[in-house]
């Protein structure tokens, strides 16, 4: 599973990783949307499939945030792709993520 080693790896890994648990996720959401549309399924079973799903993109999303950049390129690169998240999305990021963030972003120099 996913949640093995997330924190661990280069920036570039976690990304693979995140956009993978994104794929997961859709995949799930897909499969319960059909099976919803052929058969009954209780919305507690759904809701939770979908949550679980989820999770994994949550953890991914937040090894990302989380991440030490090595350098300003890095960093660069950090602060972008989650600015692509966010604005693809429409997805906001918890008060705490977000504090990370600002601190990361005031850290760097022109």
């Known amino acids: 599973m996913m949640k093995q080693g997330m924190e661990d790896g280069s920036l570039f890994e976690k990304m693979e990783r995140h956009i993978?648990?994104?794929?997961?996720?859709?995949k799930?959401?897909?499969e319960w949307d059909e099976k919803r549309a052929t058969e009954r399924v209780s919305p507690v079973i759904?809701?939770?499939?979908l949550a679980a799903a989820s999770?994994?993109?949550e953890a991914a999303r937040l090894s990302i945030v989380m991440h030490k950049p090595a350098d300003r390129?890095?960093?660069d690169r950090k602060l972008e792709y989650l600015a692509a998240y966010i604005l693809t999305t429409q997805?906001?990021?918890d008060p705490k993520e977000m504090?990370?963030?600002q601190t990361e972003a005031d850290n760097l120099t022109v």
């Not at 759904?46 to 499939?49: C, I, S």
């Open 73 to 75: 390129n890095e960093s």
């Open 91 to 93: 997805a906001a990021l």
């Open 55 to 57: 999770k994994e993109d």
């Open 28 to 30: 799930t959401v897909r």
């Open 46 to 49: 759904y809701a939770g499939a």
């Open 99 to 101: 504090e990370v963030i």
């Open 20 to 26: 993978a648990a994104q794929m997961a996720t859709a």
